[in-house]
């Protein structure tokens, strides 16, 4: 379980810096709730068992990256942070994986800054780690784009 010096973030929050690691943490919330939107509709358009299933799997670690990003925004800051709204998802299966390509190497960038911008060494490892996470996926969606040939 995260554990986090309260003390510690007061004392950075002073200082000016938290202000923009929270509105980060905010974000990569959102980001996270938009995928796990879009790759439910994604899902079901797989062309295969194969990719439904890895796609599913993919969909499963947006749910995880949620929750840890949730979770954090919450020890920061004591307050729960809640999506307002969802953008529209692509309409179409190859659409659907060249948006998840694009998004998933932006926020391979996004989470890296992150992690390098963070002065709290909890919050860097946990965008350093799902940044892993996401250039892997970033890396399926292509290999399903390639298979397919559209
Ligand atoms: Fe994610
Ligand atoms: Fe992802």
């Keep these: 379980m995260m554990n986090f010096d309260q003390g510690e973030f007061r004392q950075t929050a002073e200082q000016g810096a938290d202000g923009t ?26 062309k295969s068992e194969r990719e439904k299933r890895q796609i599913a799997e993919i969909r499963n670690d947006e ?18 942070y809640t999506v307002h709204q969802t953008e529209m998802c692509p309409n179409t299966y190859p659409e659907g994986l060249r948006h998840a390509i694009e998004d998933e190497q932006n926020t391979v960038d996004f989470y890296l800054e992150s992690g390098d911008k963070a002065q709290n060494p909890q919050v860097r490892s946990i965008y ?23």
């Design 21 to 46: 690691q929270i509105e980060r943490i905010a974000r990569s919330i959102s980001g996270e709730y938009q995928a796990v939107h879009c790759y439910e509709i994604l899902m079901n358009e797989a």
């Design 128 to 150: 350093y780690r799902i940044a892993k996470d996401e250039q892997q996926h970033a890396v399926w969606f292509l290999y399903f784009y390639t298979l397919n040939k559209f």
């Design 63 to 80: 749910i995880r990256h949620y929750r840890i990003f949730s979770s954090l925004y919450l020890q920061l800051t004591g307050q729960a």
